[in-house]
């Protein structure tokens, strides 16, 4: 009897905000400020590609600021137009920091940091429990499949809080967290133990495991060609991204070999507003767009979002960027 394909949407860095009329804090990749993220978030939730998903993983960046009313926006939405057990979430650094711009270079030597760090982790735990969703990491879940073929496990890139502003794009896993990514992976990737082996493992997190040279990016043809993200990804700022956005070098290149070493078929990653889809050291590695982010340059309003096709006993994962009108 052949098996029923298993299908994953992923969405990333909503943004959203208490209401309509406030306007996402930082400007996009590329972009001014953006608002009508809820209503965005709605329409994608409304879609046939949603519609007819098996679960849907939202990489990070839920929340503009992190606030409880913007939390309740998104609980709200999905309450109305999915199952709700059928989400995933993982934080992102604004749904940690609340962008408040009270940093000060004091506090990098202040008792008070560690303080504010408490409160921001404090106030994002509450909120994950708002929408049923784990605040300890990594978890894992096997996911809703009759045929228990698909599990995701999620990490916490966001470094247990921020400062404020200062760090709030850079992403840190620590060693702590990959030992425990081991333990995991070590339980459910070995085949000759079939009681509890899944053959498609996707790791969830929201910081980038790796950005692309500016050289790469050429060679692929993969630089992006609007204006603000040409300008952005450029070569006189490529290494700074590279610098603030993405993965120390020693946390990426373990979570790489953990990935290797017990078939992980995917990382799936947010935060820099782009489609990113690549291959390192034999590791597929796919960062979403910002979904409630329109595309520039068209007649329509449409957005973009990845979903993964797992078909037969898993031996296949396959990867689809959809364009949606909204």
Not at 31 to 45: C, E, H, P, V
Not at 49 to 67: I, K, N, P, R, Y
Not at 189 to 201: E, L
Not at 226 to 234: T, Y
Request: aromatic fraction near 6%; glycine fraction near 8%.
């Amino acid at each position: 009897m052949q098996k029923k394909p298993f299908n994953i949407v992923h969405l990333s860095d909503l943004h959203l905000t208490p209401s309509t009329k406030i306007g996402r804090t930082e400007v996009s990749l590329p972009g001014d400020q953006l608002k009508g993220m809820n209503a965005i978030f709605r329409a994608i939730l409304e879609s046939a590609e949603v519609q007819s998903a098996d679960a849907v993983l939202v990489t990070g960046d839920v929340t503009d600021f992190g606030d409880r009313a913007s939390w309740r926006v998104f609980l709200n939405t999905v309450q109305r137009l999915i199952p709700e057990h059928q989400t995933l979430v993982v934080a992102g650094n604004h749904d940690v920091c609340n962008m408040d711009g009270g940093f000060h270079f004091r506090d990098l030597f202040d008792s008070m940091t560690q303080a504010k760090q408490r409160r921001n982790l404090i106030r994002l735990a509450g909120n994950l429990e708002l929408i049923n969703q784990p605040s300890e990491y990594p978890w894992s879940v096997i996911l809703n499949d009759e045929h228990k073929r698909v599990m995701v496990i999620a990490l916490d890139t966001n470094h247990s809080g921020h400062f404020a502003l200062a760090d709030n794009a850079v992403g840190r896993i620590g060693q702590e967290q990959l030992d425990e990514l081991e333990t995991i992976l070590a339980k459910h990737g070995d085949p000759n133990r079939q009681a509890h082996f899944v053959p498609v493992k996707i790791v969830a997190i929201h910081h980038s495991p790796n950005i692309p040279r500016y050289e790469t990016r050429v060679r692929r043809g993969t630089l992006p060609k609007h204006g603000g993200a040409k300008k952005w990804f450029g070569k006189s700022k490529g290494l700074l991204v590279r610098w603030t956005h993405q993965i120390p070098p020693e946390e990426r290149r373990r979570l790489r070999e953990l990935c290797v070493r017990y078939h992980v078929r995917l990382i799936a990653h947010g935060h820099m507003h782009e489609a990113m889809d690549r291959r390192v050291n034999g590791v597929r590695i796919i960062g979403a767009p910002a979904s409630t982010q329109p595309l520039p340059g068209r007649d329509k309003k449409e957005v973009q979002f990845y979903r993964y096709t797992i078909r037969g006993d898993g031996g296949r994962l396959e990867p689809r960027l959809l364009t949606v009108e909204v």
